[in-house]
């Protein structure tokens, strides 16, 4: 369902390729080291750089020109990216109507949104009242409104004490399962990668060397793979 062919970027000695498939509901996980290219390819991915070649098809749809908003994608940024002066039914209805027109219908879908992530009751709640690991579940409950089949995260949960990192991995993952969403994942983390994904993909130099199932990886890894374990 998203096509990748031949896509090529430049910048400054850098270059990445990258051909690749992922299927509707499939979890990848794109590995590398510190400038091995994966924020480069999200962020060519999302639109909000322009290859120098190459094409992004999503089904039918010739996505490689289409500004970033209109793709089929949300992106959950490090920082939750929640507005401080806005409840969090603000902060979520922001997905549904730009102006905050809020019916009755909509204002079910935000309350339901927060209780899928956890956050029942939390509509009137400001972002500085609630915990980092209440931010992050908000800002995956605004995700989940924006309804859009890919979801992008580029080290999603860095700043995140390791059984808060563990609980988003596991609510992250069990979301994409429930609503079939194909994720991408940038993360130099194996296990992060492991909790969320299906398949990994390592970049090296802005070049995808290796390209598998992460299940029974551990046990039989191919040689590229085995720093990351
Ligand atoms: N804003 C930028 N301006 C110029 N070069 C950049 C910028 N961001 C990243 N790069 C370069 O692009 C290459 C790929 O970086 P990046 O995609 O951020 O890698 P990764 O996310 O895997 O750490 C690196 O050579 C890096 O130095
Ligand atoms: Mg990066």
């Given at each position: 369902m998203l096509e990748i062919t031949n896509l090529t970027y430049r910048s400054e000695g850098f270059e990445l390729n990258a051909t690749f498939r992922v299927e509707r509901g499939e979890r990848l996980a794109l590995m590398g080291q510190s400038g091995a290219g994966k924020s480069t390819l999200i962020s060519l991915i999302a639109g909000f750089l322009s290859p120098n070649a190459g094409e992004i098809w999503f089904d039918s749809t010739n996505l490689t020109q289409c500004d970033p908003s209109k793709r089929p994608i949300s992106i959950l940024f490090q920082d939750s990216n929640l507005f401080p002066h806005l409840t969090l039914r603000e902060n979520l209805g922001l997905a549904l109507s730009p102006r905050l027109a809020l019916n009755a219908a909509m204002e079910a879908q935000i309350s339901a949104a927060l209780a899928q992530v956890g956050?029942?009751?939390?509509?009137?709640?400001?972002?500085?009242?609630?915990s980092g690991g209440q931010q992050s579940r908000a800002a995956i409950a605004r995700i989940l409104l924006q309804n859009r089949p890919i979801l992008l995260m580029d080290e999603p949960f860095a700043a995140l004490d390791p059984a808060l990192r563990r609980e988003m991995a596991e609510l992250i993952c069990s979301l994409c399962r429930d609503l079939g969403l194909t994720l991408i994942l940038a993360s130099h983390d194996f296990t992060d990668a492991e909790r969320m994904c299906d398949r990994v993909m390592l970049l090296s130099e802005g070049q995808i060397t290796e390209d598998c199932p992460i299940a029974g990886l551990r046990a039989a890894p191919p040689a590229g793979l085995v720093p990351w374990l």
């Open positions: 956050l029942r009751g939390f509509e009137g709640r400001r972002p500085a009242s609630l």
